[in-house]
């Protein structure tokens, strides 16, 4: 039988390859999907330049991908240790307490204990991280000692499992009067209006810390404490509204992690614990992700173990082809299973290897009526009937219908605008139409097979595969109908599992043959076979065998395995096997052809790759040469306007006439040699802003010192002071260089023109995590007008006043009386300062 549903899958896959939603979350800030918060709504407004999405499973594998989570501090901490994010930002903290309605109850709790002992109802969210966070700090509180090593689960879910045993534990809902939460929840809800007391259990319990983890450094806009504050969080350092908290010392019973390592060990049995022991589900299934995946692991090795053992009962070629095709497609289904459990959530791609489920569902029944109709059978090729054609025409129709269920619903209602639609799905006509279509045709195979083994049945046997088909049926029906005990397993296996046991009852029923015809399957084969004796003698041989010299057979007896070429096209081969020896031909003719053909392709593609590789040479250098022609007209056009001057500056100075000894020649050239010197370092800065990112303060220091020192010669006094640390982006150190050069320039004008020595203090400095240049000079270096509203009497070049303005620099002038204060500001150039 042809593989037809494993090329049918490969090309869907290829297909949903391009298909598929961008998964790249650039910019977006994953948070906690709680109502019961105002955290993503304030996220927004104190990074505004992000997407707030609610959390998703697996976000901390978009942080790659530029994205921002939300976190606690455990998970941030293992993160940061291995390298999935390098920042963490926590903003306020989770204290887990117990919140009581005082408008619903006025019973009196102090301690984790007194859950166990009021009437009142008690709510507790059982899902997500939240869920994980809030058992264990019970755990923590109920079984602490002398650190966070000691405690376990036991008692945590003992309580836990009395208040549910006596029904009175409501999961994920804060309407019981009491409930199991963390602090800032019940700050919300009092905020909005519901009385709630919050208690600090009296044996302990955990305080976390949450904030937000990323792989890039965070700018945020405002303050973000202040915000904090009035939206009703606590910060870290313990301040918050005592309107909505309890007073300080009601948090001396909570504790910070002390031992991530163990916490976060126990996090992987929280959710096994809470179903089997709490809820009391789950208990004779996987009841977490790794349980998922172990069972899985136990299946695979049952289903190939059972497939070894099958192939090796099974010997009509056919057969074991078609045994092994529906094995695959047993191994199929789960590996499908198993790749969309590791995909994100709510993708297309996730979504269409879940439909593939089905692809293998119905190929099987496919396989096995392929199965019954060649049961019969001899070797060789065998032409499929039209009923055949027509059942697998039918099967691979549904199969299509599933596939495209986006564009018509007919298989499954999905609610795209439910964050949950992967769980929460409705069925449709088709899907009924698909499972009792699967039902029956087990149901015609095993017909089938009745009607072509009659005489080989084993009577008390058949009432297994019958059995199998009901027990098939009703799961199908509780499933499908969410009956507990079949929705909260894991279908894939099951269903495996049963058709396994359906068809190992085949085996054992008669139905199917194993082991039998073994004379009529030699005389038959097309390899050309004889099976030999310990002695040499013929027990088996196919119609086709190759006649043989039994002297130089029994020569070769004890050099097995041994091959012997009769000519350049043929082999025929001897190999030991238990009881004697296989002696078989083999045509190599098509082999020394293809070897033939392999050498001429080889010799074509050594050639091939000369050429290609001698191309690539061309195109590298070609390139090459493009990149620095462009870096060469860049740097051009930035420097042009100032090589213009340099040459106007000295026609100047050629015209008046000075020559070494002429008086003033000092001055004249001072202008010149800072229009030198600014190209010079301006060219160093645009090589270095193409290399790095940043630029050491004492470095910039030297190119200021370099320009007042040549400034000097000209009269001017100019002191570079300041206190710029470590390092500054390249970018706002060129634009700070460009500006202090252009006041350099005027003031030296000026000076040539009045003849008057001026001083200019400059101070280079960090201020508020910004890098500061501030430069004080006389009223004459600027326009003799009154200050503008703006204050901005003294202007700067348009072309400079704009790639400030686009780098985020802050330009401002001051009025001082006799002298004006200029300044320059890159909040992104101190950033790095320390």
Known sequence: MRPTPFAFLCLILISLGGCARNS????????????????????????????????????????????????????????????????????????????????????????????????????????????QMLMLAMAYGLEVKESSRDFTLKSAAALLARVQNEKRLVTNSFEPPVVICFDYQAAGLIKNGRNYEIIVPGEGTLTFKKGLLSKTELAFIGDADTKLLEA??????????????????????????????HFNTMVFETTRTMRREVLHIRLYTSADGRE????????????????????NRIAHENMRRTVLAAGSLLLGWILARLISYQLYLHTDLRRYIWFTYYLFQLSLPVAFMWLAHIIDKKEGKIAAPWWMKVFAAYMFTLIALVYTNDLHGWVFVIDFSNPNWGSDYGYEIVYRIIQRSWQFSLVAVFILLLIKSKG???????????LAIAVLAAYQYGYQNRVPVAW??????????????????????????????????????????????????PVLSSASAAPFDKDILVHSLGTTPVSMQRDKDTLLFINKITGGYALWREDIGSLNRLNKEIEESVAKLKAANMILSEEEKIKRAAQEKNIKTQLLAQLESEITEHTIKLSVLIEQLISKGYHENSPGQQKALAPIALELCYIKRRCNLFFREKEAEALGADELKIYFDELAEIAGYSGLGIIVTGGLKTQISVRCATLLYDFFHSVICRAVDKQAASGEN??????????????VLRLLVKQMLVKQIPLSEEGRSFEIEKSLETSIARAGGIYSVKDLDDAIGISLS?????KNNV
């Open 758 to 771: 001026f001083n200019i203090p400059v101070f280079l400095s960090t201020e508020n995590g910004s890098a």
């Open 488 to 537: 909260e397993s894991d279908k894939t296996m099951v269903i495996g599992l049963l058709m396994l046991l359906f068809a190992e009852s085949l085996i054992r029923s008669g139905m199917i043959p194993v082991n039998t015809k073994y004379k009529t399957l030699f005389n038959n084969s097309p390899l050309g076979m004889r099976i030999l004796s310990a002695e040499g003698s």
């Open 232 to 261: 009703g969080f606590r910060l870290t350092d313990g301040r918050c509204d005592s309107a909505l908290y309890p007073d300080a010392h009601a948090y001396d019973n909570a504790d910070f992690i002390s031992d991530y390592d």
């Open 826 to 830: 890159f909040t992104e150039g101190g």
């Open 292 to 311: 998922h995946q172990y069972w899985v692991l136990i299946y695979i090795i049952i289903m190939v173990i059972w497939l070894a053992s099958l192939m």
């Open 24 to 131: 790249v979350q650039n910019n977006v800030i994953f948070c906690n999907d709680d109502k019961y918060s105002s955290y993503p709504r304030l996220v927004g407004q104190i990074l505004p330049f992000y997407e707030v999405k609610p959390i998703a499973v697996r976000a901390f594998a978009f942080l790659d991908e530029g994205a921002v989570t939300e976190a606690f501090d455990p998970n941030a901490v293992s993160a940061l240790k291995t390298n999935i994010a390098k920042y963490w930002y926590p903003q306020y903290l989770a204290t887990v307490v117990i919140a009581v309605d005082r408008g619903k109850t006025s019973v009196k709790i102090d301690s984790w204990s007194d859950l166990a002992v009021i009437q009142e109802k008690v709510g507790l969210c059982t899902s997500g991280t939240d869920f």
């Open 456 to 466: 080989f049945i084993r009577v008390k046997t058949i009432v297994f595969p019958m």
